[in-house]
C-alpha cells in the first residue's frame, strides 16, 4: 500500500502556527531562566552597586544646602553664623561660653556654680529611619518657605505693577487737563501762520531726507544685529530633579500661600513627634495586581487609583479656603490637582529616603555631664528651661532638684545636663 506524505497548504499553515505558539510558550516559561544563566550576575551586582553610589552622591549634594539649618535649628550654629560652633573650638570653652549665654538670657545671677566632665567612653548609637525621614521632611519645609518667599515676591511685583499704572493713568489725565486748560492746540495754529511765508530750506529737508534709512536697510541691519547676538542654550539643571514639585498653579496664589502655611505646620507637628507620618493619613492608594493571562494573552497591566480620605486634614482646609475664595471654582477638579501634588511630594521623600540607604547607619557623639547650681526666682528657672529646650537641643535638662529659701523668697536649684558633641 502507498502512503501519500505530500501535506497540503492549510496543514502546513496550521503546522506553522502550532510550532509559533510552542515557541512562544517556550520563551514565556523559560526565557527569564536563561537569560540569567546567560548574563554575568557579576557585572550586575556592579551596576546596581556604581547605580546606588550615585542615588548617594546625588542625595548628600542636595542636603548639603540645609546643614547650616539644621544647626541653627538645633543651636549648633549662632546666628548669622555657615559653621558648627564646635567648630575649631575646644567643646569645654564652647560648652561654657554658651551655657554663660543662656543664663544671661534667662535673667539668673551670675553668682551660680558649675562642674562639667567628659563622660568616659564612647557610645555609639544607632541613627533610626525616623531620623532619616526627618531629615528628607526638613528638606521639604525648606523647599516650602522658598516656594512661599517667591509666591509673596510675585504678588508684591503684581501690585507694585498695577500701582505704577494707576500713577501713570493719572498723569495721563492731569496731562489733558492741562493742556484744555493752556489751550496749545490755538497756540500752535499762531505759530503755524507766524513763519507761514517763511521760505523752507530745501537743502536741509533733503539732506535729512537722505540720512533716513530706508525699511529694508533697518530690516536688514536688525537681522544682522540678531545673527550677530550670542545665543545661550537653556541648560537642564541634573538638581532640578532632585528639588520637590512646587504646588501647582492651577490653584490661585493666595490659596496656594494658605496651604504652604499648613504644610509647614505639619511638617513642624512631625518632626517634633507630635505626627509619626506626614501624609499617609490624608489619601489612599488601590493596587490591583497585573494578570499574566494564557500563554501571554488576555493579560491585564497592574493600576493605581489615589483617594483623598473622608476625614482628610489637608482636604477640608482646602475646601473652605475655597469657599472662602470663590464658590464658583471647580472644587473636584482643584482636589484631584492637590492629590496628585501630594502623591508626587510622598514618592520623592521615598526616593530620597531610598538614596540615603549607603549612608552610615551609627554615629558616636562626644558627651559631657554639667552640674550647676544657682538661686533664682521661679520664673527664671521656668524661662532657663524653655531656652535650652528651644535654642539649643544639643543640650539636655537629666535632673532637677529645687529646694527652697523662704528668707531670700529664692528657689535653690541644681540642675544635671547633659551636652552632646556633634563634630
Known amino acids: 500500500m502507498n502512503l501519500d506524505l505530500q501535506l497540503t497548504t492549510q496543514t502546513k499553515f496550521l503546522i506553522g502556527i502550532l510550532g509559533l505558539v510552542l515557541i512562544i510558550a517556550l520563551v514565556t516559561q523559560w526565557g527569564p531562566g536563561l537569560y540569567k544563566m546567560l548574563s554575568n550576575e557579576e557585572m550586575a551586582t556592579k551596576k546596581q552597586t556604581l547605580q546606588t553610589s550615585k542615588d548617594l552622591v546625588a542625595a548628600s549634594r542636595m542636603l548639603i544646602p ?48 558649675l562642674n562639667m566632665e567628659p563622660i568616659p567612653g ?14 528628607i521632611n526638613f528638606l521639604y519645609q525648606k523647599k516650602l518657605e522658598t516656594e512661599r518667599e517667591a509666591l509673596l515676591s510675585e504678588i508684591e511685583a503684581e501690585y507694585n505693577s498695577q500701582e505704577d499704572a494707576e500713577v501713570q493713568a493719572e498723569d495721563e489725565m492731569m496731562d489733558l487737563l492741562m493742556n484744555a486748560w493752556l489751550d496749545e492746540s490755538e497756540k500752535d495754529q499762531d505759530e503755524s501762520e507766524k513763519y507761514k511765508d517763511k521760505p523752507k530750506d530745501t537743502d536741509s529737508i533733503d539732506n535729512e531726507e537722505t540720512d533716513i534709512p530706508e525699511n529694508d536697510e533697518i530690516q536688514e541691519a536688525d537681522e544682522e544685529s540678531y545673527m550677530d547676538t550670542p545665543t545661550t542654550e537653556k541648560k537642564e539643571n541634573p538638581e532640578n530633579k532632585e528639588q520637590f514639585v512646587a504646588l501647582p498653579e492651577e490653584i490661585p496664589i493666595s490659596i496656594r500661600l494658605e496651604l504652604i502655611d499648613l504644610l509647614i505646620s505639619m511638617v513642624d507637628q512631625q518632626l517634633v513627634g507630635a505626627e509619626i507620618t506626614l501624609f499617609e493619613k490624608e489619601f489612599y492608594k488601590i493596587h490591583s495586581e497585573p494578570k499574566a493571562g494564557f500563554l501571554g494573552f488576555g493579560g491585564k497591566k497592574p493600576t493605581s487609583e489615589i483617594n483623598f480620605n473622608p476625614n482628610s486634614h489637608i482636604l477640608n482646609n482646602f475646601g473652605i479656603l475655597l469657599d472662602s475664595y470663590d464658590p464658583e471654582l471647580d472644587k473636584n477638579q482643584l482636589s484631584l490637582v492637590l492629590l496628585q501634588y501630594l502623591e508626587n511630594i510622598e514618592t520623592q521623600i521615598e526616593d530620597l529616603i531610598l538614596g540615603l540607604r549607603l549612608a552610615p547607619s551609627t554615629y558616636t557623639p562626644e558627651s559631657y555631664s554639667i552640674k550647676m547650681k544657682f538661686k533664682a526666682e521661679l520664673d527664671k528657672l521656668v524661662n532657663l528651661n524653655r531656652i535650652i529646650e528651644t535654642s539649643s537641643k544639643w543640650l539636655m535638662v537629666r535632673d532637677l532638684k529645687i529646694s527652697t529659701d523662704n528668707k531670700q523668697e529664692k528657689i535653690t536649684v541644681e540642675l544635671f545636663l547633659i551636652a552632646r ?3
Not at 564612647?122 to 531629615?135: C, W
Open 66 to 113: 540645609i546643614e547650616i539649618g539644621l544647626f541653627q535649628k538645633t543651636g549648633l550654629a549662632d546666628e548669622g553664623e555657615n559653621v558648627s560652633i564646635f567648630n575649631d573650638n575646644f567643646p569645654e570653652t564652647v560648652i561654657r561660653t554658651k551655657i554663660t549665654s543662656i543664663i544671661n538670657k534667662a535673667g539668673i545671677p551670675k553668682n551660680y556654680q
Open 421 to 423: 558633641i556633634y563634630q
Open 122 to 135: 564612647k557610645k555609639t548609637e544607632r541613627i533610626s529611619p525616623q531620623a532619616r525621614r526627618n531629615l
